[in-house]
């Protein structure tokens, strides 16, 4: 009987709408919290930060900011990089034209320079959806590659457009460690993430899910679908571009527009498909999947072709890293299309039902009349 959603009764409003109403939820959270912002920190090594956990960590927040717009709205974008340029670069122009501006509200200004460039380039979707919509969203990358390449005042006056920061500080702590780093890229994912999962339960979340659903339903009983498809874009394209800033500030330091390559939208758009389209947590099962496999594929597979008496060059192990990366990507869309996500609702569901048969088998055995 450890998890069971019956019998948790609630007697006020206040707690019927928690993010969490089941008590079980709220204790795996806490726990998955207190075991990234305390053990975490105590075991992980520079390298396991800078390869695996800063990296997860801040893709996890872009794929968020994905979901948001392609999964909750149902409108395909291929345009991610692009933002996540926007929000790097109006970030670097902010922090560097104004001295003394600390490092969250430049995050933040960022966000905003991608939130106008996502609601330039939504623009096309009150005409156009599908594929076409992909088309539309996909010509934000070209014109970010352009703009930031040719436009020199937005990259300081570099002619290759390659910039870099340091000394970064937030509240006076420099964060010049691994570790200071990925405390705080943790803690404006789970910020971000509480208010994420916050604003899809509420009114504007629901209309955003009958968009999705059918748009033309959801104009006849009153929803607007241009302010719900242009706030979809708006929000996450400033979730976007607040990651393409932790990017660009903490993890690469010194970077080009060719950081954020048209690679970087398809790798987002297959996060939120193999975590779960329209779930907060299939956010960061899909970052973890595209994240940590490569790598992890890239140090075992020498291994075992050594185990097989065999040797494989880096160049044969590249090669099969990618086979079977995407192999495992179409296996996952065939079995599980809904996404590693429903893996755990539907897990949970089975634990419930078996625990329920349980109790009904004790019960007729100490209830034998």
């Known amino acids: 009987m450890f998890y069971r959603e019956n019998g948790q009764f609630k007697t006020t409003y206040r707690a019927d709408q928690q993010i969490f109403p089941i008590t079980q939820d ?34 996890s927040l872009a794929a968020l900011g994905v979901n948001i717009l392609v999964g909750y709205c149902g409108q395909i974008s291929l345009g991610s990089g692009a933002f996540m340029a926007v929000g790097a670069y109006g970030a670097y122009n902010f922090f560097v034209r104004m001295p003394g501006l600390p490092l969250i509200p430049a ?63 937030v509240f006076g ?78 993890h690469l330091s010194s970077w080009e527009p060719a950081a954020f390559s048209v690679e970087i939208s398809f790798r987002l758009l ?18 973890a999947f595209i994240v940590v496999l490569p790598i992890a594929l890239n140090r075992f597979l020498p291994a075992f072709a050594d185990l097989l008496g065999f040797t494989i060059s880096t160049a044969g192990v590249s090669h099969a890293e990618l086979m079977i990366f995407g192999g495992l990507i179409v296996w996952f869309l065939i079995v599980e299309p809904h996404g590693l996500a429903s893996c755990g609702r539907l897990a949970s569901k089975k634990c419930v039902c078996g625990l329920s048969h349980i109790d009904l088998a004790l019960f007729v055995c100490t209830n034998p009349g």
């Open 26 to 59: 709220r204790v795996a959270i806490g726990l998955v919290l207190a075991f990234a912002f305390l053990v975490v920190p105590m075991l992980a090594s520079d390298y396991f930060y800078s390869s695996i956990l800063i990296p997860l960590v801040i893709m």
């Open 107 to 169: 995050l933040i200004l960022g966000g905003f320079c991608a939130m106008a460039f996502g609601i330039l380039f939504g623009l096309p979707s009150l005409r156009v959806k599908g594929l076409y919509l992909a088309v539309a969203t996909l010509a934000a990358q070209f014109f970010s590659d352009w703009m930031f390449l040719r436009i020199r005042w937005l990259t300081n006056n570099s002619d290759s457009g390659s910039v870099s920061v340091n000394h970064l500080q």
């Open 173 to 250: 702590i420099p964060l010049d460690s691994a570790t200071s780093k990925y405390i705080f890229c943790l803690t404006l994912l789970v910020i971000v993430a509480l208010l994420a999962k916050n604003l899809v339960r509420g009114a504007i979340g629901r209309e955003w899910m009958a968009i999705r659903d059918m748009d033309v339903a959801a104009a006849v009983i009153g929803i607007r679908p241009m302010y719900a498809k242009l706030s979809a874009f708006a929000v996450s394209s400033f979730i976007i571009g607040m990651a393409g800033a932790l990017w660009a500030f903490i």
């Open 270 to 287: 297959f996060m939120v498909i193999i975590g779960g389209l329209g779930s907060i947590m299939g956010a960061f099962f899909g970052a």
